[in-house]
């Protein structure tokens, strides 16, 4: 039975005119699931009975199954199994503005960066819409909270589920939906050339945010495999196209790794690849996990980088760990159940 979930809403318009329904029951459902949070046909009052017949039929409002919850003060890392008993994860984050949540893409992920838990799980499948909306969905109910913006940043690789994603956004953005503006979602690539051209087609307000890590190929291709394929050079050349096409400032993700990616030398390249440009730098301190040799980068070393970058001109930031202690930080999410 397919999950009323796995629609947006132009296309749960047409289902219903094609099924001999009124296309305005498409926003009085979603006004029912998302706005009310009402997971029962049946209690949908200003809808007929036979759409409710209908639906009750043929549609689920089923959630995701939580299997673990790992809190601290500010986060919470949820475990999460899908249908056919894949698990994935999504972090909640507690900020003073509002509660962000990173999302999952895929089960697994085939980019196997170096340093990264997630890319340790090979690719399974991709996620369906539903599976990733209901990440939202499912903690908003569980938590009793609204998320005010989301961050696809999660497991997996977001444009090697680019058509999925697509329709994420609309039914996040929709005004009968989750109705979280434009500029509070973020999604994150490593890269993928073609994929970021046609983002830059989209017209929208996402923001994007690329995976760097690393400011040589030689040091990019040790770490991140997909560098083989779109090196340095081409991920910018596609990122000034993006930028001309959607005057988006873009943020460029930085994993300092001790005697890796961290010396003057690294930074200077940086400043040379980013300086100029309508780009910011986020600096992250590698985050230890016991499946890596990799090592985070001294205070010397971070705050030596990032004063190269402030002094030439360059808008960086280093990045609070806000989830380390659950193992809910950058390149830790792994679902270690679903290995």
Not at 222 to 238: G, H, S, T
Not at 252 to 258: K, Q
Not at 291 to 319: A, Q
Request: with cysteine.
């Amino acid at each position: 039975m397919k999950n009323i979930f796995d629609y947006t809403l132009e296309e749960l318009e047409k289902l219903f005119v094609a099924v001999g329904f009124k296309k305005y029951n498409a926003s009085q459902v979603f006004d029912w699931v998302y706005k009310k949070g009402v997971l029962d046909f049946s209690l949908m009052s200003n809808i007929s009975k036979n759409l409710k017949s209908f639906l009750i039929d043929n549609y689920s409002l089923d959630l995701l199954k939580i299997s673990k919850v790992i809190r601290d003060k500010k986060s919470s890392k949820y475990l999460l199994e899908l249908s056919d008993g894949n698990k994935i994860e999504c972090v909640l984050l507690k900020h003073d503005y509002g509660n962000s949540l990173c999302v999952s893409s895929q089960v697994g992920c085939n980019m196997g960066c170096a340093f990264c838990e997630s890319g340790r799980l090979k690719k399974v499948r991709d996620l369906s819409l539903s599976e990733m909306i209901l990440q939202i969905v499912t903690v908003e109910m569980e938590e009793c909270i609204k998320v005010d913006s989301v961050v696809v940043m999660g497991i997996g690789e977001p444009f090697d589920n680019f058509e999925v994603l697509k329709r994420f956004i609309s039914v996040v953005t929709c005004p009968y939906g989750l109705e979280i503006g434009q500029r509070h979602i973020t999604v994150s690539t490593c890269g993928l050339v073609p994929k970021i051209k046609e983002f830059a087609l989209m017209n929208t307000q996402v923001n994007l945010a690329i995976s760097l890590h690393a400011s040589s190929d030689e040091v990019r291709n040790k770490l991140m495999k997909i560098n083989r394929a779109y090196p340095i050079r081409e991920v910018f050349d596609a990122l000034d196209y993006y930028i001309f096409k959607t005057n988006r400032r873009v943020t460029i993700e930085y994993v300092l790794i001790d005697g890796i990616n961290d010396s003057e030398e690294d930074a200077l390249n940086l400043v040379s690849l980013v300086k100029g440009k309508l780009m910011y730098v986020n600096l992250i301190p590698y985050n230890e996990t016991s499946n890596f040799t990799f090592k985070r980068s001294n205070e010397f070393k971070i705050n030596k980088f990032y004063d190269i970058l402030k002094k030439n001109g360059i808008n960086v930031i280093i990045r609070k760990n806000i989830a380390g202690g659950i193992n809910a930080a950058c390149g830790q999410l792994r679902a270690k159940e679903s290995a």
